[in-house]
């Protein structure tokens, strides 16, 4: 028999993807410019120029062989090296190049670094709404995966649901600031509410709560007075699970990283089972070609001004038509509240009109939809009507 777990996964996609490629399909049929697709999380503005002059570079330069060929599991040390001083210039860390590993993207971080961790049986939290694929790589890792509600006026961390739903089998929590699908970031007071909860709940069961980072979205943020938290600042046993995909927009070369915090009371440990389940999963080495990139351009973006105009112009016009949001400090999401209990009947219901979102149930979030403006200015400006005319449809 195949592995009937993985039969399904393969089978149904999800609900992101689906809707992704009903798009696909639709603008094939009707013409791109009719289709308002704002279903999948895919960067619209280039990488910075920097980026093509450092690859032209990099291929005209180097060595083929040796640029084509492995680097160590971990990484290029030269390029480890150059992350740990960019993250220890900006936050209060003090990382060698040993406590980074390189990775194919977030995804690869958060999956090995789920089964580095986790035991058959162990619990992971996270914070509903919440990116979908956590359920599928913590159950992959032996996991069960529990979703904390956030406060809905401002989906926040809600720290008594949270204090209810640690447990002996707690092993670790994971958080997503900027938020997929919200936007919400999670301020500082947050995290030394955070750490502080985890180190009482370690010391009671005498066992480390792990805090780990989704990071993909630590760039985009759009007011001068939003400041991401780095948690290894609030918190020891943590590990930020970073990628180059939305900030650089570099999404399908799948290139980021792992950082483990070497004040961790198990550094070596945690660091160890990090390299032993990479080399479980496959994972033999990041591609050595962006490796090379990264150590050029780290601490560069792509130009983020557009994601702030859509975010305002969207925001702006949606609360006009009647639509419930809570205003996104960063990523490029904007959960809206449907305008129907049931939130898949609202999306299907949006097609009508070739507008394409996704409906929140599947990020633990019944009754709201995600919109991701990560588009055209244009696009965005020619679907506005659209949602009008949604909006318009339920007060008939």
């Known amino acids: 028999m195949?592995?009937?777990?993985?039969?399904?996964?393969?089978?149904?996609?999800?609900?992101?993807?689906?809707?992704?490629?009903?798009g696909k399909k639709r603008k094939a049929e009707i013409g791109e410019e009719n289709v308002f697709d704002f279903s999948i999380g895919n960067p619209s503005?280039?990488?910075?120029?920097?980026?093509?002059?450092a690859l032209k570079e990099i291929i005209d330069?180097?060595?083929p062989v040796e640029l084509h060929g492995y680097t160590s599991a971990q990484g290029d040390y030269s390029v480890r090296n150059t992350i740990t001083e960019y993250i220890n210039s900006r936050f209060k860390t003090e990382l060698t190049a040993d406590c980074i590993y390189m990775t194919c993207g977030a995804a690869a971080s958060l999956t090995i670094t789920l089964n580095a961790l986790l035991?058959?049986?162990d619990e992971v939290i996270t914070f509903a709404p919440f990116f979908p694929e956590y359920k599928v790589f913590t159950e992959h890792a032996g996991g069960k995966l529990l979703a904390v509600e956030c406060e809905e006026e401002t989906f926040q961390i809600d720290f008594k649901k949270l204090e209810k739903a640690l447990s002996p089998k707690t092993k670790a929590v994971i958080v997503n600031s900027p938020n997929n699908p919200s936007g919400v970031v999670y301020g500082e007071k947050s995290l030394i509410l955070l750490g502080q909860l985890l180190e009482r709940h370690s010391e009671k069961y005498k066992n480390p709560v792990y805090l780990i980072a989704d990071e993909p979205y630590r760039?985009?943020?759009?007011?001068?007075?939003?400041?991401v938290p780095y948690i290894m600042d609030f918190y020891a046993n943590s590990v930020v699970c970073y990628s180059y995909s939305k900030s650089l927009s570099l999404p399908g070369e799948r290139i980021g990283y792992i950082a483990v915090n070497n004040k961790s009371e198990n550094f070596a440990e945690v660091y160890a089972g990090i390299?032993?389940?990479?080399?479980?999963?496959g994972y033999v080495c990041a591609p050595n070609l962006f490796q090379q990139l990264i150590k050029k351009v780290c601490g560069l973006t792509s130009d983020i001004s557009v994601y702030k105009k859509n975010r305002d112009k969207l925001y702006t016009a949606l609360t006009e038509y009647g639509y419930k949001v809570?205003?996104?400090d960063g990523a490029f999401y904007m959960f809206v509240k449907a305008l129907e209990e049931d939130a898949k009947a609202f999306c299907e219901r949006a097609k009508d009109y070739e507008l394409l979102i996704v409906a929140g149930d599947d990020f633990g979030c019944r009754?709201?939809?995600?919109?991701?403006y990560c588009v055209s200015p244009e696009m965005l400006e020619r679907a506005l009507p659209a949602f009008k005319k949604l909006a318009e449809s339920y007060k008939k």
């Open 2 to 22: 195949i592995n009937e777990k993985n039969v399904r996964l393969g089978t149904v996609r999800s609900s992101i993807r689906e809707l992704f490629e009903y």
């Open 45 to 53: 503005v280039p990488a910075p120029p920097e980026v093509k002059l």
């Open 61 to 63: 330069t180097y060595d």
């Open 119 to 121: 035991n058959e049986g």
């Open 219 to 227: 760039e985009l943020t759009f007011e001068k007075d939003v400041r």
């Open 275 to 281: 390299c032993g389940a990479g080399r479980a999963l």
């Open 326 to 328: 809570v205003k996104p």
């Open 367 to 372: 009754g709201y939809a995600r919109v991701s």
